[in-house]
């Protein structure tokens, strides 16, 4: 009979003594952090432990288990439930053909929601653990209660500074923190607060944390589709929607990244993208004072905390922006060959630039310069015609130009 993997769930509570107890008699080694092999020692002080591996780095712990196997069985203690956020996928993943016994515990989230009395079961899971901590405000407030796993350095206080920051204090009331730190053991502590409040705490590592948002958001229902309707612009000045529902279609947008809404109005194209896409920075790029209220406006209003306004003109106002995966031109100014070329030069290799061309000049000359810029080049005319039911009243819109450039990624001559 082949070696066996035992990975193990840890929480404290001495629920799987047993379990844990006939996994390390059969095991030649013990993988564990060095926190978790230590409270393991305590707990077994006449016990003569496995060898340890430590857990990190991952890589080389990997392949210790692997020598280690040839040996005989393994014991790998992780916290809580190890397929929940946990080290069991990695194994799973790196030993396909091996027997895996798997002996979870109650995980963090279980404790932290039981510890304050939440039912968990309408709740969404995000993991910030090693992670970068951007557009914090536009992931965590989607829903009315997210539990959320940190690490040291994106910890409670540092997550509810950066919601303070994007968001700002002033949409902020409705929220309440709840912070659990070593959940399972002596050492546990419970705190609750408001954004300023946690912010203004430091933690000990590890904890988790509840968000619960209570404010409601006056939104549309609808996560696609916004109508003109809905949208707060100025003297019609809005990109109509079955153009917009084009224009998005056309950016063939990512799930992370940055856009450019470059002459962005009323920002009705970035809102759209902002909501569907919370892991996408959309810079939206306005000269008209008139219009940042707009902005602004409906940001708040839908919640788009990851829609950001540049105040300024197109292309100076674009010098300092991170280089984007999209950018969108809803408005030149007369100074469409300026944007062009700095938003070629700047565009990430696949990335791709939509045009909305309502002149006969923007519409010749765009994908011109795209075209010498060295980009793949594709025009659509879009004609829109509405008729009310059963009324018949007909609204009819001038055709307008759609003009899609792609940047191609450059290949090495090697391959």
Not at 30 to 54: F, K, N
Not at 68 to 85: K, N
Not at 199 to 212: E, H, K, W
Not at 215 to 224: K, L, V, W, Y
């Amino acid at each position: 009979m082949g070696s066996v993997l035992h990975l193990v769930g840890f929480d404290g509570l001495g629920q799987n003594f047993s379990v844990l107890g006939h996994a390390l008699h059969s095991s030649v080694a013990l993988v564990a952090s060095g926190s978790l092999y230590q409270r393991l020692s305590l707990m077994y002080p006449d016990e003569h432990l496995p060898p340890q591996i430590p857990i990190v780095p991952l890589d080389k712990a990997l392949q210790q288990i692997e020598d280690a196997l040839d040996h005989g069985d393994v014991t790998v203690l992780a916290s809580g439930d190890p397929l929940f956020f946990g080290i069991g996928r990695k194994l799973i993943a790196a030993f396909p053909e091996l027997e895996i016994q798997i002996t979870p515990a109650l995980s963090s989230m279980q404790l932290a929601f039981s510890r304050f009395q939440i039912p968990w079961d309408d709740a969404h899971f995000i993991s910030l653990h090693g992670r970068r901590l951007e557009n914090v405000a536009a992931t965590l407030l989607r829903w009315p209660k997210v539990f959320v796993l940190t690490d040291r350095q994106n910890s409670p206080d540092t997550i509810a500074r950066q919601l303070l920051l994007e968001c700002g204090k002033e949409n902020s009331t409705g929220i309440e923190i709840h912070v659990g730190e070593h959940l399972g053991f002596a050492t546990e502590r419970l705190l609750s607060g408001n954004l300023e409040e946690i912010a203004g705490r430091r933690f000990v590592d590890p904890n988790v944390m509840i968000l619960m948002n209570r404010t409601p958001c006056p939104e549309s229902g609808a996560i696609f589709g916004l109508q003109e309707s809905e949208i707060c612009h100025s003297r019609g000045l809005i990109t109509k929607n079955e153009v917009r529902a084009a224009s998005l279609h056309s950016l063939r947008l990512p799930r992370e990244g940055v856009l450019w809404d470059v002459g962005a109005g009323s920002g009705s194209v970035g809102l759209e993208v902002a909501r569907l896409f919370p892991g996408i920075s959309v810079l939206a790029i306005e000269k008209e004072e008139a219009q940042w209220h707009n902005i602004l406006t409906n940001r708040k209003h839908f919640a788009a905390w990851n829609l950001k306004l540049v105040k300024g003109m197109a292309p100076e106002a674009l010098e300092e922006l991170a280089d984007p995966n999209r950018v969108f031109v809803g408005g030149s100014g007369g100074n469409l060959e300026k944007i062009l070329d700095h938003c070629v030069a700047r565009l990430l290799p696949g990335g791709i630039i939509v045009v909305n061309a309502v002149i006969e000049k923007t519409a010749t000359d765009a994908p011109k310069i795209l075209h010498e810029q060295g980009l793949a080049v594709e025009i659509k005319e879009l004609a829109v015609q509405r008729f009310s039911y059963p009324e018949g009243e007909r609204l009819h819109y001038n055709p307008i130009k759609i003009i899609v450039g792609i940047k191609q990624i450059q290949r090495s001559v090697h391959e």
